[in-house]
């Protein structure tokens, strides 16, 4: 049963820490998207890549955030420096054409 | 820009009766996908159903059906005969499938559902 993986699946920082969440895409999904869920804001896409090339990274935060995909089996998101108001959970989903197969989601609390 | 309405922030439905959840959505691209999602109280999103701008009938998966009324933007979730673990928040999204942008969902806020006995 394949699915997507995430690590941590909770992570509880101090303001100013530098905060790296991993993705394992399913094996042989092409597209992986890194979404942002808070009460507030509900679901943010905040990039997303195409055979591991970003194609759109427009609704994350340029200063503090970054996205890499260094292989196919792996996609990390990195906060630096992190803060209070990046709290929230981070969804990592892959897909090949029309679904889109989330994660259980990185919990992060910035205090 | 594309968008998402969701009208209903919760909604509660007996076991074993059918539920609608309303979705309209505005885009200007002839070309694009509506999916609905399943978020459960543990957190992860659940894929239920896709349907295409140009697909001809609705789209069923099981008992998820979705209402497709491509006149009036609008791609309703109806899910038959509730279960007490239809319980979670629901979420319609669009995907706009233009030139270097497929593939991007633009979520709606979300319904609550709740099944009672």
């Known amino acids: 049963d394949a699915r997507v993986t995430q690590t941590p699946r909770h992570k509880v920082t101090e303001m100013g820490q530098e905060v790296t969440m991993r993705c394992q895409p399913i094996?042989?999904?092409?597209?992986v998207f890194w979404y942002r869920q808070t009460m507030m804001q509900g679901l943010e896409l905040l990039a997303y890549?195409?055979?591991?090339?970003?194609?759109?990274d427009s609704g994350m935060p340029k200063d503090r955030f970054s996205a890499e995909m260094p292989d196919a089996t792996l996609a990390t998101l990195k906060i630096q420096p992190s803060e209070p108001r990046d709290s929230a959970v981070y969804f990592c989903?892959?897909?090949?054409?029309?679904?889109?197969?989330f994660g259980p989601g990185t919990r992060l609390t910035v205090l | 820009a594309q968008k998402i309405t969701q009208t209903q922030p919760g909604m509660f439905v007996q076991e074993k009766e059918a539920v609608t959840l309303d979705c309209t959505y505005d885009?200007?691209?002839?070309?694009?996908?509506l999916f609905w999602y399943k978020q459960p109280s543990s957190g992860e999103m659940i894929f239920l159903i896709y349907?295409?701008?140009?697909?001809?009938q609705n789209a069923t998966e099981g008992r998820y059906s979705l209402n497709f009324q491509k006149a009036r933007k609008s791609a309703n979730l109806v899910i038959s005969a509730s279960q007490l673990g239809d319980s979670a928040m629901y979420f319609c999204?669009?995907?706009?499938?233009?030139?270097?942008?497929?593939?991007?969902?633009?979520f709606g806020t979300g319904t609550r559902l709740q099944v009672t006995l």
């Open positions: 349907q295409g701008s140009y697909d001809q």
């Open positions: 999204a669009m995907r706009v499938i233009s030139t270097g942008t497929a593939s991007k969902l633009t």
């Open positions: 989903a892959s897909g090949l054409s029309n679904e889109q197969f």
């Open positions: 094996l042989g999904h092409n597209t």
């Open positions: 885009t200007s691209d002839p070309s694009y996908g």
């Open positions: 890549f195409r055979n591991r090339a970003p194609l759109d």
